[in-house]
């Protein structure tokens, strides 16, 4: 064998070892890639599933709910191609495939749960958030065409809105029944503030007309709580009567 042909051998060989090595490295990156992606659809599908099963239910819609089940139905079938003999999977496929089938006409089980504190209305705008961002990472993959994906983020900020109004008018109807008119005021207060804030306020007009009502009768009930009863003298009222007195002695002294 000439030295000529053994040298073509090692060449021959350390390429064979290079992309042996290469293939390998592609391979592992590939069930990397495919770990990620696992993860991070199974991650997506749990938060379809919290808002679907979690939000409230006045708020939400046979539209809303329509949306939220194609979207997990979306991520399922992803889930599929990554793992093709997920009975699991395949059963839950069959399961949503049915409900988008109905349309609109798709049943909404969610029951109502008033939002009266505050940390219900942060849990329900989490919840919004995380549907806010289903929806962008739909339309980034295709599924959802860019102009229902802009229609929905419109809608969900709607919804917050309504989130607002009935957060604002709890709190306040319940200071009114706690015989609170102070508290009831800056609920309402906040309300009307919110709204006249929004970008187009005429949108909820007739939202803010109740809250400004509503916002009134708590502002007369407070001045009523503070004015004193007619004819009543108290250690207060002396008090003030006095010091009136003899300011007025002041200031005639002064100017005399």
Same mark, same amino acid.
């Given at each position: 064998?000439?030295?000529?042909?053994?040298?073509?051998?090692?060449?021959?060989?350390?390429?064979?070892?290079?992309?042996?090595?290469?293939?390998?490295?592609?391979?592992?990156?590939?069930?990397?890639?495919?770990?990620?992606?696992?993860?991070?659809? +199974?991650?997506?599908?749990?938060?379809?599933?919290?808002?679907?099963?979690?939000?409230?239910?006045?708020?939400?819609?046979?539209?809303?709910?329509?949306?939220?089940?194609?979207?997990?139905? +979306?991520?399922?079938?992803?889930?599929?191609?990554?793992?093709?003999?997920?009975?699991?999977?395949?059963?839950?496929?069959?399961?949503?495939?049915?409900? /988008?089938?109905?349309?609109?006409?798709?049943?909404?089980? +969610?029951?109502?749960?008033?939002?009266?504190?505050?940390?219900?209305?942060?849990? /329900?705008? !989490?919840?919004?958030?995380?549907?806010? *961002?289903?929806?962008?990472?739909?339309?980034?993959? *295709?599924?959802?065409?860019? &102009?229902?994906?802009?229609? @929905?983020?419109?809608?969900?900020?709607?919804?917050? #809105?309504?989130?607002?109004?009935?957060?604002?008018?709890?709190? *306040?109807?319940?200071?009114?029944?706690?015989?609170?008119? *102070?508290?009831?005021?800056?609920? !309402?207060?906040?309300?009307?503030?919110?709204?006249?804030?929004?970008?187009?306020?005429?949108?909820?007009?007739?939202?803010?007309?109740?809250?400004?009502?509503?916002?009134?009768?708590? &502002?007369?009930? /407070?001045?009523? +709580?503070?004015?004193?009863?007619?004819?009543? #003298?108290?250690?207060?009222?002396?008090?003030?009567?006095?010091?009136?007195?003899?300011?007025? @002695?002041?200031?005639?002294?002064?100017?005399?």
């Amino acid at each position: 064998m000439t030295p000529l042909m053994i040298t073509l051998l090692v060449i021959v060989g350390i390429a064979i070892l290079i992309a042996i090595g290469y293939m390998n490295h592609v391979v592992e990156n590939n069930k990397l890639e495919k770990a990620r992606t696992k993860v991070e659809l +199974n991650d997506r599908l749990r938060r379809c599933g919290e808002i679907t099963e979690t939000f409230p239910g006045q708020l939400m819609t046979p539209a809303l709910k329509l949306l939220l089940t194609r979207l997990e139905l +979306n991520v399922c079938q992803r889930l599929l191609n990554l793992d093709k003999s997920s009975s699991t999977v395949k059963a839950r496929i069959d399961e949503l495939s049915a409900l /988008v089938a109905q349309g609109e006409s798709i049943p909404v089980n +969610n029951p109502p749960a008033p939002i009266q504190t505050e940390a219900k209305a942060k849990d /329900v705008r !989490f919840l919004l958030e995380a549907l806010h *961002g289903q929806v962008t990472r739909a339309a980034q993959d *295709g599924f959802l065409p860019a &102009n229902e994906a802009k229609r @929905w983020i419109r809608e969900i900020r709607h919804i917050l #809105v309504l989130l607002h109004i009935e957060f604002f008018n709890n709190l *306040g109807q319940h200071a009114l029944q706690q015989e609170q008119p *102070g508290q009831a005021r800056l609920a !309402f207060e906040r309300g009307v503030q919110y709204l006249r804030k929004q970008q187009d306020p005429q949108v909820y007009s007739e939202q803010l007309q109740y809250l400004e009502k509503l916002l009134a009768r708590a &502002n007369s009930m /407070v001045l009523t +709580n503070i004015a004193p009863v007619e004819g009543e #003298v108290n250690e207060l009222t002396q008090g003030l009567k006095e010091v009136e007195v003899d300011a007025d @002695w002041k200031k005639k002294a002064i100017y005399d």
